[in-house]
């Protein structure tokens, strides 16, 4: 059985980090530091594996980081992780594991009653009207090919010893921006990734076309790495707004 998958995270100003899986509707968990959510992401996809395999239901194999930025909630999300399941236990103690998740008081702060896929179709989770702040911002995961693809490139995130999150860009050596929480990051990002643009075509350089997602998360710097990011540079329009300075402060000249 295929034990790892691709994980989608979003976060609200005001909410936990919420995980969810594209392959596995309904598989979804949350944590209150983005280092609890990877780890109850592990978590809860073994016991979401282990109990459809105990029920005999097929089991779709994971689909890739590009797949799961096609997925049509995926642009709620700040950040893409993948996850391995923790080692497999045996039919009755996943079983056992997983009634006892379900009927825990763990699982009904965090979800309240257990959820239907019908539930899951209703809830604003999943409803084209939510919009998390960070979308807001402009951090949310969008498609790396699209009419945008000379300005968004996909980045790796990396936690350093202090808990302070790193963003580079493996297309763009040297275009690094970092951040105390993952929001914060995604969002200097975007400042690192414009500046970095304007300073190249000053410079009579051309930028190099940005790479899909999966061969981001196939570089030898992505083995360290704790998510990946999709990140659009600022236009001039955005640079100049109010909501940007509120954000990064006055702008700033490549030069």
């Keep these: 059985m295929e034990r790892t998958y691709i994980a989608l995270v979003e976060k609200d100003t005001t ?15 949350a944590g209150t530091t983005f280092e609890e959510a990877r780890e109850m ?3 809860v996809l073994a016991l979401q594996l282990e109990g459809m395999a105990a029920d005999g239901e ?23 992780i993948v996850v391995e399941a923790l080692p497999e236990r045996t039919e009755e103690e996943a079983q056992a594991e997983l ?20 539930d899951l179709d ?61 929001e914060e990051a995604c969002k200097t990002a975007r400042e690192a990734l414009s500046l970095h643009l304007a300073s190249m075509s000053a ?4 930028a190099p076309p940005p790479s899909c997602a999966s061969d981001v998360l196939a570089h030898p710097d992505a083995a360290d790495a704790v998510a990946l990011t999709v990140v659009t540079a600022l236009s001039e329009r955005e640079s100049a707004t109010e909501a940007y300075r509120e954000i990064y402060g006055d702008p700033v000249s490549a030069s």
Aim: charged content about 25%.
């Design 58 to 80: 097929y089991i779709p194999p994971p689909g890739s980081a590009d797949d799961a930025l096609a997925y049509e909630d995926a642009h709620y999300a700040i950040a893409l």
């Design 99 to 118: 009634d006892a998740f379900l009927a825990s008081d763990e699982y009904r702060e965090l979800y309240g009653k257990p959820l239907t896929e019908d």
């Design 15 to 29: 909410s936990d980090y919420g995980v969810f899986f594209p392959d596995l509707l309904g598989c979804i968990t």
């Design 203 to 206: 410079d009579g350089h051309e």
């Design 41 to 43: 992401a592990r978590e």
């Design 122 to 182: 209703d809830s604003a989770y999943y409803g084209d009207s939510y919009e998390t702040e960070a979308v807001r911002n402009g951090a949310g995961l969008r498609p790396v090919i699209g009419p945008d693809t000379g300005r968004t490139y996909a980045a790796l995130v990396r936690q350093d010893a202090a808990g302070n999150f790193n963003v580079g860009f493996p297309d763009l050596p040297g275009c690094i921006a970092v951040g105390n929480t993952l």
